[in-house]
């Protein structure tokens, strides 16, 4: 944890205590919890309020990924790159004051490991002991199919959950680790800003990072073997999202292959490879966002007889191992890897897992967004999901340029895209591009989830002039597709005879 300033020391003090003395085990726990990110938290904070004996085992760092290398400080370096962009926009955009010069990036990190260390402590040892939770530090280890090792202890259980999230991916590419990489591990510890920089992923993570940093003054150039950025969000609000970054300077360099990464002095050149044609980019610092690896080795998931592949730990719709004593959440064992989507599994399995519950993962209503500039959200089914399952769709947009606030808030490059089951205003999916989407998205994910229909939401009123008023756009156009040409020529017939 770099640099091991007051800030990172707060932290550290919460969540690894260098002076913390395991707890003596109990002879038998309700619930073995394997990892202290968010899906370990959760469960083990639920399980102990409930009264059950819990133990809760950390080989790092408490918070996981989410705390201390992912969205926390990935939303305080997004929201400090948004300021820079807006007060060097502000004369152009709305006559505001001309602002010259650079900014100080040491600063923008400072401010990070602040609030980081600040906000650590709801997440740290002190605060699950004191919630009656056994907290040990080290390395577990499954033994059977009820006990793992953790040094000279054994923890017997009569359930256990794995927790234990996920990492960076690497990639097989010649020289790369020769060279050197930033990963979202090590990305947060810089002090300097990097005067350029080369990110592998066009994912929403390498999107969210390349974005930021190119507010800050670098320059940036992301690659990746996909054709478009956002491979699994719909095409047209990917393009949004592209264009916006490109403005804010970001280069692309899609459908490559990368054949070797060389180190020449400060400098990193990457050799590529498109439809034939070579290629060569150079940057001061590589950050490396290709994906996530779940975190299974080492746990001695043969002893305790839980399958896993490549993917993660295997999980029933209940998120049941293949060992019925134990569960598993979060990106160990998940297709969405997101820190709310491991919150939600762990409230569903303590009821599975505890009690008597048979709560389904797999009907999640699940939402997720991707924290750029404009921010891209989305809930339920996809056009082609839709497609593959034979469903037929009736698909809404509205435009962005069309809701007044937008417009004055000069972030008209957006919509708002709902999928509806053809013939009804069933809402089977949506996706959203707007500078808030990530908080306007839940609006619709309410109403998936309580059964509500797109005529519900437009009934509802929402304040004007808001972002927001798109959701009754969007249910005003379904109700005027309602209204077929015999519907109009009845109406103009009841209309002409009662004047």
């Known amino acids: 944890m770099e640099p ?4 990172n020391r707060a932290l550290l003090d919460s969540v690894h205590p260098p002076d913390w003395v395991n707890p003596t085990p109990r002879e038998r726990y309700h619930l073995v919890v394997v990892g202290a990110g968010t899906g370990g938290l959760v469960t083990a904070a639920i399980a102990a309020g409930l009264g059950a004996k819990v133990a809760l085992v950390e080989r790092h760092l408490m918070g996981g990924d989410c705390l201390n290398v992912g969205c926390v400080p990935s939303k305080a370096v997004i929201r400090a790159a948004r300021a820079w962009a807006d007060a060097a926009a502000a004369a152009r955009r709305f006559g505001g004051p001309t602002v010259t010069g650079a900014g ?71 020289g790369l680790s020769e060279s050197g990489y930033l990963t979202n591990e090590s990305v947060f510890e810089l002090t300097a800003l990097p005067e350029s920089l080369v990110v592998i992923g066009a994912g929403p993570i390498g999107c969210e990072l390349a974005q930021a940093f190119a507010r800050f003054g670098a320059r940036v150039t992301v690659l990746d073997l996909a054709p478009r950025i956002l491979p699994r969000e719909d095409p047209e609000a990917a393009r949004i999202v592209e264009r916006a970054l490109r403005d804010d300077g970001v280069r692309f360099e899609l459908g490559v292959t990368i054949e070797g990464v060389e180190r020449k002095g400060e400098e990193r050149m990457l050799r590529m490879e498109r439809a034939g044609a070579r290629l060569e980019v150079t940057g001061r610092e590589i950050l490396l966002a290709a994906g996530r690896t779940p975190n299974v080795d080492g746990l001695g998931l043969e002893a305790a007889g839980v399958e896993y592949d490549r993917k993660g730990v295997s999980v029933d719709a209940r998120l049941r191992t293949t060992n019925r004593r134990i569960y598993a959440v979060g990106d160990v064992a998940s297709a969405y890897q997101f820190t709310h989507a491991a919150d939600a599994q762990a409230r569903l399995v303590i009821a599975n897992a505890l009690f008597f519950g048979r709560g389904r993962a797999d009907r999640m209503v699940m939402p997720w967004c991707t924290y750029t500039s404009p921010e891209l959200a989305h809930v339920g089914l996809s056009e082609a999901e839709a497609a593959a399952s034979g469903r037929v769709l009736e698909t809404i947009t509205v435009p962005f340029e069309e ?55 437009g009934r509802a009123i929402h304040p004007y002039p808001t972002q927001a008023e798109a959701f009754r756009k969007a249910a005003d156009r379904w109700r005027r597709g309602k209204l077929t040409p015999l519907a109009r020529r009845v109406l103009g017939l009841f209309f002409r005879l009662f004047r």
């Open 4 to 7: 091991l300033d007051e800030h």
């Open 104 to 174: 100080d990036f040491a600063r923008v990190m400072a401010r990070m490991r602040r609030l980081r260390a600040g906000i650590s402590p709801v997440d740290g040892a002190a605060r699950f002991r004191d919630l009656g939770v056994d907290v040990f530090f080290g390395e577990g280890r499954f033994t059977g199919r009820d006990t793992l090792a953790l040094g000279q202890h054994t923890l017997s259980f009569r359930r256990a959950v794995i927790a234990t999230g996920g990492r960076a991916s690497s990639l097989p590419i010649p």
């Open 403 to 457: 809701v007044d606030r937008a417009v004055l808030d000069g972030e008209e490059n957006g919509l708002l895209r709902v999928h509806l089951e053809k013939g009804t205003d069933r809402i089977l999916g949506a996706t959203l591009v707007a500078e808030r989407a990530g908080d306007m998205i839940s609006e619709l994910t309410l109403a998936m989830t309580s059964g509500l229909g797109l005529g519900a939401v």
